[in-house]
């Protein structure tokens, strides 16, 4: 078949329980229902993550209640936590088991900055720095309506990839992404730098004149 | 019923004589005062103190340490409680000097086992070098980790690029060590 299927016909052949769609539709609307997160937490957002995936909140809702206790079968990581510099190369090693195409949330202040804790010498200032993040929730932690708007944005991002571009399934990306060392004083090194750029100095303005302002 | 500080001092002496013991004051006044014990008689001290029959210190309940820069030590405090006559605390002190060649002490995890895992701490954030202890590892930073970083003296790495909204001493140190400061805060600032 080429081309739009007509409205009309499409309605029609409804009537008569038939349902014309894209494959890439069908396909899609498969994964989104059925997001299966990696069952890991980090810390108290985890205690959030639990409370929107059992019965008040019920995640189940959005087909996205099956923990997996295995990366093998999880399609989504919530990174729920503070992703400390000792757990990093676990958390990076996780998402490189996880099977194509696969979706990180970074969930709550810690898992996008290190949050109340990056000033610490042992946290990681975002998992941003090592994973692709495809949804950022705030919060601290944030509520399990939050997560629910997170699965429900990363639904609509799933609704609009299309076989051709789902980074998983072109060859030509890398496949995994590179697993810090820990160092003697750091984790070496200290971001994936394809993934990750520092914010850029202002071009106008040096360090030296904010700090003579008042 | 614990005996005052200095009875206990008394006690003490009467059976290691040799021990240099030391009642340290303690700030806030609500506060326990401590007994500052020599790191060569530390061991013998402990093992009376849980073994004496009118103390029966059985239970460690928590093992610090604390970093004197300026004076140029560190404190291992032990927090001492009797589950068995139900009285406590006792703070036990014992200090060695911040050089990390120099600052050892003995490991009371023979007389109390549940310091094992509070002495690897203080090990792992001080430097503190417990002898005789089971087994002294890192227990919170990675094997290959070389600092301590609760040492007064420690320099975190440095990574202020991350820095949304730089500010005091962090912003003095990303002009210093050549940071950047972010677009947003610059304009804010405008």
Redesign the interface.
Known sequence: MSGPVDEGLKSELQKQGVFVVPVEWLYNWGRRSSIWPLQFGLACCAIEMIAAAAARYDLARFGAEVFRATPRQADLMIVAGTVT??MAPQVVRLYNQMPEPKYVIAMGACAI??GPF??G??VL??VDRFVPVDVHIPGCPPRPEALIHAIMTLQEKITGQKFTDVPGYDKALPAEFPIPE?????LVP?ANRELWQ?????PD?T??E??K?P | MIPAIEQLRELVLATVPGAKLEIVPSTPAAAQPALLVDRENALAVAQFLKHDVTLLLDSCSCVTAVDYLKQGHIEIVYHLYSVALKHGPVVLKVRAPRELSQCYVPSLTVVWRGCEYQEREAFDLYGVKFEGHPDLRRI???D????H?MRRD?V??M?Y????TPHGE???R??QEG????????EG??
């Open positions: 510099k000792k900055s290190g990056k000033d010498y042992n200032k975002g820990q160092g003697a004083h750091d200290t520092p914010p850029k100095e202002h303005v360090i030296a904010v700090l302002k | 919170l930073m990675w290959g980790f070389v600092d970083p420690y975190p790495p990574d690029e991350w820095e949304p962090t912003l003095a990303a002009k940071g950047v400061v972010p677009p947003s805060v610059l600032k405008k």
